[in-house]
Structures are given as C-alpha cells and as structure tokens.
C-alpha cells in the first residue's frame, strides 16, 4: 500500500483523507464510523448533494471520494464525471444499492475505479477502500466474472 501523504494537519498527517457523498445522513454517519475506526484512514468531510460535494472536494483534496449513485440533484454518475474534470487523478469508489450488474461498468466508465454494494460487509468495504487508494480497481468477484466472460465471448465473435 502507498503511504499516506503528508498534510500539515498533524492529526491527517498519517492518514488517507477520504470524502463522502450520500444523500442519507445515517449511510454518511455509518461509512464514517467504519472509515474512522481504522488506523491509516479519516473522513474529511461529507456532502448530501453533487453541488456541496464539488464545492468541498476541491478544498479539502480527499485521497479519495465514496459516490452514492442515486443523488437528489444530480446522479453519482454525472458527479464522478464532473470530478474527473476537476481532478482526473482522484480516486472515486461507488457504494450503492443499485444492483453492481447494472451500474458497476457505468460507474467505471465515467472514471470510477471501483463499486461496492452497501448491504456487503463492513471487512468487503474496507477491503475495497485499500485496493482503490493502491491504485487498484474494485468489483465483487461475482462482476470480476461477468465482465470477463463478457470481453472472452466478444473476441470469439470477432
């Protein structure tokens, strides 16, 4: 794992900064509490909307940001997007209800590197933060599988 980048907040300064934006204030609370509770990560902040959350991104440059898909004013899709414009190097993970089978590819293709369900397991969620700040990408193995049969099947068409 990459180290956490130094920050002139002593409190920050060993910990990877990750945002979140959720519309639900108990989802925010949850990740939060999850996120808190490990030793080289902090949340630096929280947005309930696409607009508060591009406004905080850019001043507290998180090391990463969890997107919900589902938004009041604007889809996680659209947000992940517009974050990329403003940082093409920030790590965007999706946590959402939504079936992965149908929004995970959409979610990556719009610059996310990773989605995850919200009814996994808290030990899955962590799992899946790690591998993103390494620089990995994260899916269930289950949507590992599909999207390879899906690329195995299309070159035995070509």
Do not use: W
């Amino acid at each position: 794992m990459k180290a956490p980048p130094s920050t002139k907040d002593d409190k920050l300064a060993a910990k990877f900064k990750i945002f979140l934006v959720d519309d639900h204030p108990i989802t925010r609370q949850g990740v939060a509490a999850l996120i808190n509770g490990e030793r080289n990560l902090v949340v630096c902040g929280e947005a309930d909307s696409a607009p508060k959350a591009l406004e905080a991104i850019t001043k507290v440059q998180p090391d990463l940001a969890i997107v919900d898909i589902s938004l009041k004013t604007m889809s996680g899709i659209e947000l992940i997007k517009n974050l990329k414009v403003l940082d093409p190097k920030l790590p965007i993970l999706v946590m959402s209800m939504h079936d992965e089978s149908l929004y995970a590819e959409r979610a990556l293709r719009a610059g996310a590197q990773g989605y995850i369900m919200k009814q996994e397991a808290s030990e899955k969620v962590l799992t899946a933060i790690q591998r993103v700040l390494d620089g990995e990408l994260y899916l269930s193995d289950a949507m590992k599988e599909k999207m390879l049969h899906r690329i195995v099947s299309t070159k035995k068409e070509e």
